[in-house]
């Protein structure tokens, strides 16, 4: 059974058009993490959620933005992707007891 | 923050003890040390956690030293599925300090 769903797996948008990305939960995890991942490199966290409480990263764009509705929703909103965006973004959980994420498959993300 | 090393790549045959090794000299007292693995399209899959000592699972042993700066993954007896990337993670849930490796892609050869 899936426990962490990302919607759509492959997204394509042109240049400066707005994209959102989605993650869902069944694990009730209360963080929520999002990850950009380009070819051949490790995935590099771009920000997370415990709970409410937004962390960003410092070196995150400000062209990524993320909102949490609720315990098992987050979204990842690409106000106006480069070239430089197209990456394989991973969205993770984890529970605040331990620290062993569990990751979506990812959407890969195409900027033409 | 704790940065990680890793070695880029490893050939290893199949049926073999596979070491790979994570150095991490800036660890903080609260860190964890996680190590995933990550097929080609997919997302990284927990493997094994350690805080020191030694780990066991059922698919991977973890050997922390006593001052934490490194650890190694154990994978016995390596087959062809076994072929991934793997990643050192180490930090702590919710902080602002989890850092992914380079990870060392792991090759398997018949």
């Known amino acids: 059974d899936a426990m962490v769903i990302q919607n759509p797996r492959y997204q394509v948008t042109q240049f400066g058009k707005p994209v959102t990305l989605s993650c869902s939960q069944t694990?009730?995890?209360?963080?929520m993490y999002w990850y950009q991942q380009k070819s051949s490199q490790a995935p590099k966290l771009l920000f997370h959620y415990y709970d409410k409480d937004f962390n960003n990263e410092a070196d995150t764009p400000d062209n990524f933005q993320s909102r949490r509705p609720n315990t098992s929703f987050c979204f990842l909103d690409i106000r106006s992707p480069g070239l430089g965006d197209a990456a394989m973004y991973l969205c993770?959980?984890?529970?605040?007891?331990?620290?062993?994420?569990?990751f979506g498959p990812g959407t890969r993300l195409t900027v033409l | 923050l704790a940065k990680t090393t890793q070695p880029i790549s490893m050939d290893s045959y199949e049926g073999q003890e596979v070491n790979i090794t994570c150095s991490h000299n800036n660890i903080a007292t609260n860190d964890y040390i996680t190590w995933y693995q990550q097929f080609p399209s997919q997302g990284p899959r927990f493997i094994i956690q350690g805080y020191k000592t030694k780990v066991t699972n059922e698919v991977a042993s973890l050997f922390i030293p006593a001052d934490r700066k490194s650890s190694t993954l154990s994978l016995p007896r390596v087959s062809l599925s076994d072929t991934a990337v793997y990643y050192c993670?180490?930090?702590?849930?919710?902080?602002?300090?989890?850092?992914f490796g380079t990870g060392t892609r792991l090759t398997v050869i018949p």
């Open positions: 993670l180490v930090g702590r849930t919710g902080a602002n300090n989890l850092f």
């Open positions: 694990l009730n995890h209360n963080v």
């Open positions: 993770a959980t984890s529970s605040g007891d331990t620290d062993t994420q569990y």
